[in-house]
């Protein structure tokens, strides 16, 4: 089936550092969703993306639909200990249900 | 708006029993999603619900696991019997419409643990 890449799959970061992540499929796809999962609770969506190019913003989080329209990334700027937790990129392989990629297990050291 | 409800919220059961799920999404959405989460992986789709029809339920183990949406609101997901490799949460998910375009909003899950 359908495979999302993301990377990193772990950072360790400390408190007010930026952040990068991405997100790469085999196969072009014409939305990209980018979630986040804290301990012991479902995903919950960040920013959703539906152009090629498109850049959004939801706060810190800047997310990008790349021009290829096989990749996505996302940016958090000056992090705070809340942004702990897993995040997630996902997206529909055509007309079908939300696929999800590993996700990055983000860590924020105070 | 009440988000999806989900229960139990932890279950340990032994290998070769049975247990069920259940899930009530948000009122007035359509279809309904149930995933696996697997430690250390990201959400897979189980199956798919439009109203009380199956849309999608390719990648459900069908010999042991089984799901129902008989109203149209509530579903409940089983598996019978169960395995180690089943240990894993269970989400479930709603949206307003097949559409997965706006995504999904997620309950809390139900983390099986089979031993």
């Known amino acids: 089936g359908q495979q999302l890449n993301q990377s990193p799959q772990s950072m360790f970061i400390q408190e007010g550092e930026d952040v990068s992540m991405n997100c790469t499929s085999s196969s072009i796809f014409n939305t990209w969703l980018w979630y986040k999962q804290d301990p012991g609770e479902g995903p919950v969506l960040l920013i959703a993306l539906y152009k090629a190019g498109e850049l959004t913003s939801n706060g810190r989080l800047t997310a990008q639909f790349g021009i290829t329209r096989k990749d996505s990334f996302l940016n958090i700027s000056a992090s705070i200990p809340s942004d702990v937790g897993i995040y997630f990129c996902a997206g529909p392989p055509g007309n079908t249900p939300l696929v999800f990629g590993k996700g990055t297990r983000l860590s924020v050291i105070a | 708006e009440a988000g999806v409800a989900q229960s139990p919220r932890y279950k340990i059961i032994e290998k070769r029993q049975s247990v069920a799920f259940w899930c009530n999404p948000i009122s007035g959405h359509a279809t309904l999603y149930w995933y696996q989460q697997i430690l250390g992986q990201g959400p897979k789709l189980l199956i798919q619900?439009?109203?009380?029809?199956?849309?999608?339920d390719s990648q459900l183990p069908k010999d042991r696991f089984s799901a129902e949406r008989l109203k149209g609101v509530d579903s409940t997901l089983k598996i019978q019997p169960a395995k180690l490799e089943d240990s894993a949460v269970y989400l479930c998910?709603?949206?307003?419409?097949?559409?997965?375009?706006?995504?999904?909003?997620f309950g809390s899950g139900t983390r099986l643990t089979v031993v």
């Open positions: 619900f439009q109203n009380n029809g199956v849309v999608d």
């Open positions: 998910a709603s949206s307003l419409t097949k559409s997965a375009n706006y995504g999904y909003t």
